[in-house]
């Protein structure tokens, strides 16, 4: 397993948008500059959603247009229906992704609709960005369990991944929305999606609720998967998963890819003064145990 790996940088939306303390725009621009500087170059920076749904991500327009001026960037916004797919076009988007989840319960949870609803919903944004040039990634959430509806059967994610590629989507990222996968849950999963979508076009975005991420991803590898989801500082959770913690941390997926032998171009150093800046805006420590134990022989080198 000595090839590329692609990591998807989803701390500035995925991450934040999910805790409580909002930051600033000009906050959320310096966190995604300092990413890239770490050598992060696939970042998801925002969502054109409700500002009354989700407060976390207003500004995201602005955001997007002021990182947008870095070359070697792919920015990444989170598109939900044609109006923010409007919104997301005229602040320069050329790369956006539309959500789905493997669970009825989550869905109606979340954007209180059916499966079968919410995919009508972004056929026509999918539709209209593959028309004007844009690049969709398709997210699908629940994919090893459900708050709500418990385990997730692998035919109930085929279901919507079959959709999102079939309908043009560049990349599906299966998303372990509450944590709750085991190394061979996550396997059997890929394996059953990889017969209907190419393993080289599916996305691992598992949580570590449970502390299974880094074990999971390690199993989805093997398969062949080279596409990881991360978030700085293990940053985020889920509002309609009650106990569900952050995403994988970068850092600790950078760790484990390079002790494997695995050249990922990030600066570690630089990676855990991003995460340490952006957790003293939101008030809290970082979850990565990477950026904990870099954090805690820095200091004691200090004295």
Known sequence: MNDQVRIVEVGPRDGLQNEKTPVSIEARVAFIEALLGAGLHTVEVGAFVSPKAIPQMVGSDEVLRRVSRYPGG??????PNERGYEAARAAGAKVIAVFGSASEGFSRANINCSVAESVERFKPVVARARADGVKVRGYISCVLGCPYDGEIKP???IDVAKVLWDLGCYEVSLGDTIGVGTPRRARELLRAVAGHVPIAHL?????DTYGQALANLYAGMEEGARVIDSAAGGLGGCPYAPGATGNVATEDVVYMLEGMGIATGVDMTKLVQATNEISKLIGRSPVSRVAAALNAKRSANKR
């Open 155 to 157: 035919q109930a994610v």
């Open 203 to 207: 996305a691992m975005h598992f949580h």
């Open 74 to 79: 792919e920015f990444h916004v989170l598109v």
